[in-house]
Structures are given as C-alpha cells and as structure tokens.
C-alpha cells in the first residue's frame, strides 16, 4: 500500500511545529508544507519586540533551520497559496493550478490583521502588522523618527507604540474603547497605560479615525472628535480575523474560526486545524476558544500532529500569554473574567504583583507583572483543582511555590 500524503495549509507556527513532530512521531508518508510566506516558519512574537528594535537576527526568528526540513523530507512549498480544498476529491488545488491529493489535512492558517475602513485608509502610511516583511518595513521607517499613531490599544498596539516610543518617535495611542489593553481587566491595563504615559506615549481614549488625510502619503488623521493630528505613520492594530476562507468554502462548520472537537479535527473527517484559525471546546473551561497566542499555537501544533496520527488524545490546555511592555513583562495564565473575587498579591507601585481571580474557591486565572514565579505557582494551583483559600494568595508570608508544589503533588496522588 502506498505511505499516505499529509499536507499543511499555513508555513506558520502552528504548521511549522506540526511538520516536524510528524517526523520525530514516526510518519513516513509524503509531508507537503504549504505556505504563502517566501520564508521558512518563524516566530512572530520578537516582530513587535527584539527583532523590531534590532537587537535580536533575523536568523533567531526561524523555528528550524532550511537543514531540518530537507532532512526530514518535509516538501516546504514557500510563496505558495492554497486556493481551494476539494472535500470529495480530497484534493487541494494550488494558485498555480497543481493539485495534490491528501490523506489527512491540517489549516494552519493563522489569522490576518482587521483594517480599518475610513477614507485615506489606503494611503501610503496607513499600515496593518503581521509579518516579518512588514517587521523589515517598519524598521526602516521607525530610523527616520516619524510621529505615529497607533489605532487600537490592544497587545500589538501597545508593543508598536513601545517600540516606535524608544526610538524617540512621537506616538499617539487611539482606543475607541473605555480601556487600555481591556483583555487583561482595568487594574493591569491602567497600570500599563501608565508606563506608555511615563515614556511619553499620548493615550486618547473612547477616540478613532474618521479620516486619513494626505496627498499619496499620510499627513494627518482626523478624528471621530473632530481633532487633527498630524503624523506620517498609522498602525492599524485592531485585531484579527481567523483566515477560514478555505474552509468555508469546502463546507467546513466555522464560528468564524475553523471549528474542530476535542482531538482537533474539524467537522470534515481527517481534516485538522490548529492555532490562531482554530476554535475548540474546552471542557476545563466550560467554553469555545479560539486563542490567538503563540503558546497555545506552539502547543496545539505539537497536539495535532498525534491527532493527524490517530493517537486519541484530548485537547484543553491552560492558555498561557505573555506581553511586553517596555521592560516590564506581564504573563497570563487561565482566562481572566469579570464578576471573580479578586486578590492581588504584591504592590503596583513596585511594578512588582499579581492579580489572581478566583470562583467558587477556584483559582482561574493570574496575570503577574514582572513575577514569574507567581505565575508558575498560579499555572500548578489551577492544574491541582483544589480549592484556594483567597487569603493565602495575598498573603506575603505565604510561599506560594511550597504550597502549590505540595497541591499538584496531592491531585497527582489522587
Ligand atoms: C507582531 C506579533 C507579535 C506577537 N506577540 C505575541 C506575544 O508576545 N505573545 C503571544 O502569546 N503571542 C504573540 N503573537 C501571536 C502569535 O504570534 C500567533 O498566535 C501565532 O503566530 C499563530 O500561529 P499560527 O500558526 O496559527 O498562524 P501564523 O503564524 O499566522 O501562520 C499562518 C500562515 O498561514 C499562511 N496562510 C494563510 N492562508 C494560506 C493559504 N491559503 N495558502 C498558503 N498559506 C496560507 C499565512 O500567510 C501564515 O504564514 C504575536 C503576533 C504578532 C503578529
């Protein structure tokens, strides 16, 4: 018989992690890696962070070297689109027009930045951030010290205007919403708001872009308030849309991401997703997830290459984030919420805490700030499913690491 075929739609994180724990798992058949990027899979995560400030090579961004993939007999087909998924033929169809046939499936297609719809939206200037071609762009345009606005004021928005701020350009944060960086509660994201204030960041809230103005380059944007602003650079940061276009398409049950069951496969036998395009059940959180974070594409690529190979595992990992904020690192791990009590451990003011959330005597989430061990003891509390007195967690005197040391080694006993 012949070996079967496994192709890859998507050379990104998640893809590039699927292809090679395919090989190191055993699979011998044909492995098509099918990418429309011209590089090989890379990191994201340092495009808004060391790659974009220069201090970290390009060559640190690459999962595995080009060696790897040859190696392991790993077809990468770069600057390549898949136009259309055949689900009766079982047949992907190539913008070239090649097709190739599969036995198993993987979208890793990753998700696009959302635009912003207003006049002079296509303006030079008025830019979205994804890839390491838009990375190589805005490096050189931050040398020349261009005053920027920054629409959104989100993870990536925050970390742009931190960037652009240390390389001495004027920056003005746009957010039409009541918050800085929402998705982490108001205390986090007031506390960080405050360090982008410190460092000279302009932060307009509950305020956007009525329109870009300008020639053929940007000169100004005016704003739903009627304000002018000059700049010469918008970042568009207003999140992204999962890339599920192939799937709905082929018929493939989408919420807008590519919904799949707790082995990761989508409504379409022997088809798989994985990473920021994918939107699971979790029965540990009682919800839908489609997580747009690089641990949980690192972790579900490495998942679904077992699931592509039929090894009947479940998927419902404790997401886990982090972002950076000047020299400040804020880490996430469990789903923050409203309505939790909520305990804080430590003090804002010596950028040094953590905010835990807690239900039903449940710990739920942390986000630490600048407090890394908090946060592994936090990831080893929820894992234990023991209920945790909220005083305790407040309480300095309390070493949180014996404690949850002592609490995962009982549930593992159990
Ligand atoms: C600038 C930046 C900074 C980030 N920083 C952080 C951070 O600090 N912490 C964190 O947790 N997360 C961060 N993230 C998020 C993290 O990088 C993403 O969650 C992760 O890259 C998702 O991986 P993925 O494989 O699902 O998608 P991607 O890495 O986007 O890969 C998908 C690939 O599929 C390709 N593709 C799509 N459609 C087709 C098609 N039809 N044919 C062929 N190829 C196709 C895309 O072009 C892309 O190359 C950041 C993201 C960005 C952009």
Redesign the pocket.
Known sequence: MPSPTFCI???????GRTAISLRERGFEGRLVL????PELPY???P???GYLSGELPQGKLFLQPRQEYRERAIEWRPE????EIDRHGRTLRLANGELISFARLLL????QPRRLDRPGADLAGVVT???LAD?DSLRARLSGQPRVVVVGAG??GS?LAAAARRQGCPVTILELGEAFLSPLGPLIGAFCADLHRQAGVEILLRETVARFLGDSQLEAVELASGRSLPCDLALICLGVEP?SQ?AVAAGLETDPGVVVDKHCQSSLEGVFA????ASWWSPRWDQRLRV??????HQQ?LFVAGAMLGDGSVYDPLPY????QYDTMVQQVGIVSSGREQVIRGDSASRSFSLFQVRDGLLKSCVAVNRFPDLAAARRLINSGAQIPPALLEDPTVDLRAWSQQLEEEAKSL
């Open positions: 739609i998507g050379a990104g994180m998640a893809g099918i990418g429309d990027e990191e994201r995560p495009l808004s962070k390549t689109r898949v136009s890793a297609t990753g998700a951030y994804r890839t990375a993870f990536l970390e890339n192939l994985a990473g920021d395009v747009e974070h690089y641990d949980n594409a690529g984030f982090w972002t950076e």
